[in-house]
């Protein structure tokens, strides 16, 4: 989608919502004063989103050179880099608004759900580190310790996303307040890794109607299992690989200003 497109797509959802700078999405822990805002909240959606959909490595250059400069015409008003970065937060509460009202997909039966971590900066910088503070969290998975989130994603056998969410990084994949908000509108067969096991997971989302399948552990007995279970299992290393991609081309992870962005999970 060009820019336009995305610009149309998220300003009507914005005036169909009635969203706008008036909405007190996100409360300021900081009292500030009221300033008049140039740019419109559809406008501050549109370039966070466009950023994950060109070439830039880095968020700071993508707005100094393609919005501030190769952009202008189409954001005559475009603010200041640091007084962009604070009109961000309420603009990508609205992007995540927008993905879980008009971007999912819909549960077949058959979901996998799985879960990436989202560095928030680099170890040794964690004292230092002020945007997320007491919101990030120290975490550990399979490569290691983190500082950050952890993206929690749920697709149906189309590869479409069903739900997604993103608690801090010391909170466990089978916490049951992830859990339950993500297999909400799910039945049927869920299909996940080793992280996922839990014998009491198993029953509460069995009592909803939802059979947790996961791969079993080295020192666990085998059970049998249906070989289609078998077959849809191994299809699981899909949503692995999407999560991958994201990362790499869309660089789906926290931003160098330090904001986190769900951008190219939309178009």
């Known amino acids: 989608m060009d820019l336009t497109e995305i610009f149309c797509a998220i300003d009507d959802y914005c005036t169909q919502q009635k969203i706008n700078w008036n909405v007190k999405i996100l409360s300021p822990v900081v009292r500030k004063r009221n300033r008049k ?37 189409e954001f005559p008003k475009a603010v200041s ?33 799985d879960s990436t971590i989202l560095k928030v900066c680099d170890n040794r910088r964690i004292h230092s580190h002020k945007v997320f503070k007491n919101i990030a969290q120290r975490g550990k998975s399979s490569t290691g310790w983190f500082y950050g989130f952890k993206l929690h994603l749920v697709i149906n056998d189309r590869g479409e996303i069903l739900s997604f969410m993103k608690p801090p990084g010391n909170v466990d994949d089978r916490n049951s307040k992830v859990i339950f908000p993500l297999v909400k509108n799910i039945y049927d067969k869920l299909f996940g890794d080793r992280g996922y096991i839990s014998q009491s997971l198993f029953e509460s989302l069995y009592e909803k109607g939802i059979q947790l399948i ?19 299992l191994r ?33």
């Open 37 to 73: 805002f140039q740019l419109s909240l559809s406008e501050v959606a549109t370039i966070v989103v466009y950023f994950h959909l060109s070439h830039y490595r880095e968020f700071k250059n993508y707005y100094l050179i393609e919005i501030k400069k190769n952009l202008k015409s």
């Open 235 to 267: 299809k699981e290393l899909s949503l692995n690989r999407l999560m991958m991609n994201l990362k790499i081309s869309a660089r789906f992870n926290i931003l160098d200003i330090g904001v986190f962005a769900i951008g190219p999970l939309i178009f």
């Open 214 to 232: 996961t791969k079993l552990k080295k020192n666990m007995k085998n059970k049998l299992m249906p070989l289609v279970d078998k077959i849809l």
């Open 81 to 113: 880099y640091n007084r962009f970065v604070e009109l961000m937060p309420n603009a990508l509460c609205v992007i995540a608004s927008f993905l879980s009202n008009t971007r999912m997909g819909k549960c077949s039966g058959i979901s996998f759900i």
